[in-house]
């Protein structure tokens, strides 16, 4: 793969063998396949280079190298014998240069990237989850590896690491990244509402909640998954799983409908939760996201009046809170 820098490291640890090469002499070895992928910059470049003559699969997010800048290093002794007004002026310059390119850039990509979707038929795709995930993972642990044989950069990943922490992880970028779960979740429950056995809805900005329905889901009286429900986890797994990164937990409740024996009930809903928690965890699911709750709240959705309200009350719900 054509890869350098931290990024490179970051795939040695999964066996890849990354190689530094100009990008003009990228396309000619993925021709002659002594790589397999290129990593250059993004959609204007990489249609500049030709890239997708030779591949027509198009990656991202760019998690090799979240932020490139451009800098300019001047002597500290020359700057400090400049005047105020030539400092000023260097400055105003490289601020609006820096802007002028950015905006440039994300004109030009995005133009870029239309063309090589329509005229050129290059295949967008997203690296999945759990790909991202394990890279994240290794990625700390180059960056942790460098800053224990590196005194200089350990000092500047102290403070970028806290930067982040106080001011993009619990701060405005927190607040910016929430903002896109209502989108999130509107998808998932349209992807659930095409299977038959399940609910789903959203609960305030960050919850949604599933709800299988125990007449539908479980044999009567049994805390058996039916055929169906145990098919249709399945697929709520995979649905889910597509946005684990950003989930915070997922509560299994199960619900009873108050009739009958307090203690069997209890049971019922106890064996029923934990047989949708066994069920997401051999999908895929990690079982540290998950909590299970036997009983679920003192609130049941439903009257217990009726027959098709106690129904209603014999379910096991699954809340996803982002």
């Known amino acids: 793969m054509r890869l350098y820098g931290f990024g490179a490291e970051v795939l040695k640890k999964f066996g890849a063998n990354p190689k530094w090469m100009i990008a003009a002499d990228?396309?000619?070895?993925?021709?002659?396949?002594?790589?397999?992928a290129i990593v250059c910059l993004g959609p204007y470049h990489d249609q500049w280079y030709k890239f997708h003559k030779v591949a027509k699969y198009y990656y991202y997010p760019g998690w090799q190298e979240p932020g490139g800048v451009i800098?300019?290093?001047?002597?500290?002794?020359?700057?400090?014998?400049?005047p105020d007004h030539l400092k000023k002026t260097i400055e105003s310059v490289c601020g609006n240069t820096y802007h002028y390119i950015y905006n440039q850039f994300e004109n030009m990509n995005s133009v870029a990237l239309r063309e090589l979707q329509i005229k050129e038929n290059v295949i967008l795709k997203t690296f999945p989850p759990e790909v991202l995930e394990k890279l994240r993972k290794k990625s700390k642990e180059v960056l942790d590896e460098e800053a224990k044989k590196n005194p200089q950069f350990n000092k500047i990943y102290k403070s970028f690491k806290k930067f982040k922490e106080e001011n993009i992880d619990a701060g405005w970028g927190k607040i910016v990244e929430e903002a896109v779960y209502p989108e999130w979740m509107s998808k998932i429950i349209n992807e659930l509402g095409k299977l038959s056995v399940v609910s789903a809805r959203q609960e305030g900005n960050n919850s949604m909640v599933v709800s299988l329905s125990g007449d539908t889901s479980?044999?009567?009286?049994?805390?058996?998954?039916?055929?169906?429900?145990?098919?249709?986890?399945?697929?709520?797994?995979?649905?889910i799983g597509d946005y684990s990164l950003s989930i915070k937990l997922i509560r299994v409740e199960g619900h009873t409908d108050s009739q009958g024996s307090p203690y069997n009930n209890w049971v019922l809903s106890r064996e029923r939760a934990y047989a949708v928690v066994k069920l997401l965890t051999e999908n895929g699911i990690k079982p540290s996201l998950i909590k299970l709750i036997p009983y679920g709240p003192e609130n049941p959705i439903a009257d217990n009046k009726t027959e098709a309200g106690r129904r209603k009350n014999r379910r096991v719900e699954i809340v996803i809170e982002f």
């Not at 990228?26 to 397999?36: Q, R």
């Not at 800098?71 to 400049?82: F, P, Q, R, V, Y």
């Open 26 to 36: 990228a396309l000619d070895a993925f021709s002659k396949k002594e790589i397999e």
């Open 218 to 239: 479980f044999a009567f009286n049994s805390a058996t998954p039916t055929t169906t429900l145990s098919a249709e986890i399945t697929r709520i797994a995979k649905i």
């Open 71 to 82: 800098s300019l290093i001047i002597n500290k002794e020359a700057w400090d014998e400049l």
